[in-house]
């Protein structure tokens, strides 16, 4: 059994600062272990200075990254069957179901309180509880899948990545040059159309066209 002294030493050791990325609308406190009975609970309860209107707390935190304690704004609330603890959104005390657990899932209602005696509760790893098989074979798989993403890109020079770009660049800017070559000529060849039938259309004008000479000698003969 570990002894309150070992328990205070342990929950002080990340205990330098208050964490204000949580936006928590109190202070919290990193700690690496929760208390894990009654008597540690109370040394750490004086320890963080909490009181009877705002009970001493040690739990997840909303993301399941590390456990927390902290004074809450009530004495303690009612945990339901089934059910582990986090502190959410700005400071609220949460049910977590913990139906996928292997074992340790609460089997009867508790006092937030007395979250030590469901050690499972608090103990965490990569974002899940380790309880919850589930949800750490998801992360498990998320970090090898990015692992392997890592791995493959890692080493291959800046160029091999950026040549297929530029290739792709290129053949657009050729693709775009022949379009535009081939509208001006299609149409250089209707304004060439539009001049030629306008020279016949002149020609067979000035062939029709008669001279005054010729007029007057048409006059003569009549």
């Known amino acids: ?13 990340l ?3 208050k964490l204000p990325e949580y936006s928590y609308s109190f202070g919290v406190y990193r700690v690496e272990e929760c208390p894990m ?6 040394v750490a309860a004086e320890r963080r200075q909490c009181n009877k209107t705002h009970g001493y707390h040690c ?13 809450y ?14 502190l959410a959104a700005d400071g609220i005390l949460n049910h977590v179901k913990c139906q996928n657990f292997t074992n340790g899932c609460p089997e009867k209602p508790y006092y937030s309180n007395e979250l030590y005696t469901y050690p499972n509760c608090m103990s965490l790893a990569i974002g899940c509880f380790t309880s919850d ?4 074979k998801e992360r498990f798989n998320k970090l090898q899948g990015s692992r392997t993403i890592k791995q493959t890109t890692e080493g291959i020079p800046v160029y091999l ?9 290129v053949v657009v800017i050729v693709l775009i040059f022949i379009f535009r070559r081939k509208v ?3 149409n250089q060849r209707e304004h060439n159309g539009e001049l030629e039938e306008t020279e016949n259309l002149n020609f067979i004008t000035e062939d029709f066209q008669v001279s005054p000479i010729e007029e007057n000698q048409s006059k003569y003969f009549l």
């Open 1 to 13: 059994m570990i002894s309150p002294k070992a328990a205070l030493s342990s929950s002080m050791m």
């Open 15 to 17: 205990d330098n600062e």
């Open 37 to 42: 009975n009654q008597s540690e609970w109370e």
């Open 59 to 71: 739990a997840p935190d909303k993301y399941h990254s590390t456990l927390i304690e902290f004074c």
């Open 73 to 86: 704004t009530k004495k303690r609330i009612l945990i339901h069957t089934g059910n582990c603890v986090e």
């Open 133 to 136: 098989k589930e949800c750490l």
């Open 161 to 169: 990545i950026a040549l297929p770009v530029l290739i792709c660049f």
């Open 184 to 186: 001006s000529k299609i």
